[in-house]
């Protein structure tokens, strides 16, 4: 990048109207271009422009999966905080069935976890896609 950009010694100044820059800007973050010069080189000298549309309804809802995995989360974690302190307590026979029965429960619900994060990381790659 720093060999490309040592050869642009020259500069073009244009002036533009505020509602042809905010034309021209607003394409420029359509776009997947870093920096606006970028884009506008690209479009001078006819080469292709990626654009990239997302849909407002599905970046919110990405945003709700996101909060929602972090959620999920600490939800294991504290599970399996809670399962390292029951085992301390293993030694008292009325807690053995108890944590046997909590094993179990802990056992279906970090599947189903993990089910709901694979789910969420598809979508999101889905979603990375479009």
């Known amino acids: 990048m720093e060999r490309e950009n040592s050869n642009r010694t020259r500069k073009i100044t244009l002036r533009l109207t505020p509602e042809e820059y905010a034309k021209t800007e607003q394409k420029w973050k359509a776009s997947t271009c870093r920096k606006l010069s970028d884009y506008l080189r690209k479009h001078l000298f006819d080469k292709s ?76 790659d889905k979603w990375l896609q479009s």
Not at 59 to 86: C, H, P, S, W, Y
Request: aromatic share 6%.
């Open 49 to 124: 422009i990626t654009t990239t549309y997302r849909n407002q309804s599905l970046d919110d809802f990405m945003e709700e999966t996101v909060v929602l995995r972090k959620e999920l989360n600490a939800i294991g974690n504290n599970l399996n905080q809670a399962v390292k302190k029951l085992h301390s307590l293993q030694q008292i026979p009325e807690f053995r069935v108890w944590i046997i029965s909590f094993e179990i429960d802990r056992k279906i619900i970090n599947d189903k976890i993990d089910g709901i994060k694979s789910h969420t990381c598809k979508i999101t």
